[in-house]
């Protein structure tokens, strides 16, 4: 099983990865803890679209890149629901609906 590192990615933006949840957390859960160091603009749990529940994983928003620097250090390694969880700087945020760009090609009219 592939783990990600638990050298801290540098917080660049207000948005992180949470990584290690336990399957219960809910996103009312990262919510309430992630509101003790400031402002939560968002908070999402990747879901499994098939089962609908949770991939172990999830992102949270906080209002500054400030906070959200306040909160990797408060929170990474920190104990949730028996959990160690794991908190960096996430990535921008994927837009949605441009899978098909990212493919390269044309899907369908293909010439022979």
Same mark, same amino acid.
């Given at each position: 099983?592939?783990?990600?590192? =638990?050298?801290?990615?540098?917080?660049?933006?207000?948005?992180?990865?949470?990584?290690?949840?336990?399957?219960?957390?809910?996103?009312?859960?990262?919510?309430?803890?992630?509101?003790?160091?400031?402002?939560?603009?968002?908070?999402?749990?990747?879901?499994?679209?098939?089962?609908?529940?949770?991939?172990?994983?999830?992102?949270?928003?906080?209002?500054?890149?400030?906070?959200?620097?306040?909160?990797?250090?408060?929170?990474?390694?920190?104990?949730?629901?028996?959990?160690?969880?794991?908190?960096?700087?996430?990535?921008?945020?994927?837009?949605?609906?441009?899978?098909?760009?990212?493919?390269?090609?044309? =899907?369908?009219?293909?010439?022979?």
């Amino acid at each position: 099983m592939l783990f990600r590192s =638990r050298e801290q990615t540098e917080v660049t933006t207000p948005r992180l990865y949470v990584g290690n949840l336990s399957y219960d957390s809910s996103e009312s859960d990262l919510f309430d803890l992630f509101s003790q160091v400031g402002g939560v603009r968002n908070v999402e749990i990747a879901m499994d679209k098939k089962t609908h529940k949770s991939k172990g994983f999830g992102f949270v928003e906080m209002d500054s890149v400030t906070a959200a620097e306040a909160a990797q250090k408060k929170f990474n390694a920190y104990q949730l629901m028996g959990r160690e969880l794991l908190v960096m700087g996430a990535k921008s945020q994927r837009s949605g609906g441009d899978r098909d760009d990212r493919r390269g090609g044309r =899907r369908g009219d293909r010439r022979r």
